[in-house]
């Protein structure tokens, strides 16, 4: 979920993400490396210049888990807030932000998908196991062969660093976007056009 400003302090995040990821294992919960941190983890082995939070991915299955360690999480100084209609957690302690995605197994054209958010699908495999990696040194789990999903919800061009360049969104997504803001159907055309552009410039094209 974007904020205002970037990462002020990455040691600070990465100390949140610790707790929290030891909070949910001691309570044998599941959690992994999600979008933007996940990408910085494979790419550049850091959080992502420019990005304002990190991510974390838990199965829906232990969402009442999650909320019951509420508690837990205040007492270790963190602030709270739910939002898409509790699919995301935020929680934010001095002044560094984890968002806790909700992922959830539904079903497509062509078999199992995983919602990994009200936005986004992607195919059951690609979250259907798990290894560890070292992440700024400390462990994480990521999905195997990671390379495969980021190049799903990022594009082809991936592996070359874009600032601001959003992750993918089902087309039934955006088409309801734009029923709902048709006023913005313009600006939507030109960052388009303009993310294009420059994926095809960095890309040398």
Known sequence: MARCKPIQNPRQLLENMVIIRDILVSNNIRCFLHFGTLLGAIREKNFIPHDDDADLGVFINDFDKVIDLLPVFL??????????????????????????????????????????????????????????TNFLGYDFLIPKQPERLMRNLYGR?????????????????????????????????????????????????
């Open 75 to 132: 007492s270790h100084g963190f602030e709270f807030n739910s939002q898409r209609f509790g699919r995301l957690l935020q929680f934010i302690r001095n002044d560094e932000q984890v968002d806790i995605f909700f992922v959830t197994q539904t079903w497509g054209l062509f078999g199992k998908k995983w919602a990994i958010d009200e936005r986004t699908t992607v195919p059951y495999k690609f979250l259907s196991d798990f290894e560890i």
């Open 157 to 205: 061009t991936w592996q070359i660093p874009l600032k601001n360049i959003p992750s993918r969104t089902n087309l039934s997504w955006r088409i309801k976007k734009l029923l709902l803001h048709p006023d913005k159907i313009i600006f939507y055309i030109f960052r388009f056009i303009n993310t294009q552009k420059r994926k095809l410039f960095k890309n040398g094209g």
